[in-house]
């Protein structure tokens, strides 16, 4: 079993910054694909991107060029940098992860942190 446990989140404004990250804990083997999701009430959630086994990090189209996604190997944190930020970004942001090919590939995720909310004033 893995656990992810998120923080960092906060109330910003219009155009501000912030930096979510997740911690990943548990009996960890192997390589792992992450992902940044984020849901809204009411609404589906969305995969805002992450890194896949073989490295590749990718992002929805409306994150790019302002969200950027690292990982620390060191310590099995995984962060999103989130700038320029809108109201259209509130959210409670959740980070996931696999380690299963075939579920990694298909941005498929069996372990899910508790969310961190993220709020944007207008």
């Known amino acids: 079993q893995i656990q992810l446990m998120e923080s960092g989140g906060d109330s910003v404004e219009g155009g501000g910054s912030l930096r979510v990250s997740c911690g990943a804990s548990?009996?960890?083997?192997?390589?792992?694909?992450w992902g940044w999701f984020r849901q809204v009430p009411g609404k589906e959630r969305e995969r805002v991107g992450g890194i896949d086994l073989d490295g590749d990090i990718n992002y929805v189209d409306s994150v790019k060029g302002r969200f950027t996604i690292s990982k620390d190997n060191a310590t099995n944190t995984l962060h999103l940098e989130m700038n320029k930020l809108t109201p259209g970004d509130t959210a409670m942001y959740y980070c996931?992860?696999?380690?299963?090919?075939?579920?990694?590939?298909?941005?498929?995720?069996?372990?899910w942190g508790q969310g961190t909310q993220v709020t944007v004033s207008s």
């Open positions: 548990g009996y960890i083997y192997g390589d792992l694909c």
């Open positions: 996931a992860a696999d380690h299963n090919y075939v579920r990694c590939a298909n941005h498929r995720y069996n372990f």
